[in-house]
Nanobody, 120 residues
Framework: QVQLVESGGGLVQPGGSLRLSCAASGSIFSIYTMGWYRQAPGKQRELVATIESGGWTNYADLVKGRFTISIDNAGNTVYLQMNSLKPEDTAVYYC??????????????WGQGTQITVSS
């Protein structure tokens, strides 16, 4: 099993910044995809950004140039630096992890979610 614990959510004014963190523990492996998804009220969960163990990153068009995903050297904690936040970024943000050579190679792991509200 893998546990993902998120932190860093909250209320921020438009144009402000926040940094999310997600710490992975349990049966984690060195080959992975980790990242962030978000879900706004009444909408489907959507990709925000992902990072792979080889360093390749992927961003949703809506956040390119404003958000930056990174991971620590141990591959345990993934971060999302969010700048120039907009009201439309308001959502619950979920940490995601997948370990294709792990104990459960077909399973996607999710954090509990953290609320981001962008409002003046």
């Amino acid at each position: 099993q893998v546990q993902l614990v998120e932190s860093g959510g909250g209320l921020v004014q438009p144009g402000g910044s926040l940094r999310l963190s997600c710490a992975a523990s349990g049966s984690i492996f060195s080959i992975y995809t980790m990242g962030w998804y978000r879900q706004a009220p009444g909408k489907q969960r959507e990709l925000v950004a992902t990072i792979e163990s080889g360093g390749w990153t992927n961003y949703a068009d809506l956040v390119k140039g404003r958000f930056t995903i990174s991971i620590d050297n141990a591959g345990n904690t993934v971060y999302l630096q969010m700048n120039s936040l907009k009201p439309e970024d308001t959502a619950v943000y979920y940490c995601y992890a997948h370990y294709p050579y792990g104990l459960e190679p077909s399973k996607a792991y999710w954090g509990q979610g953290t609320q981001i509200t962008v409002s003046s």
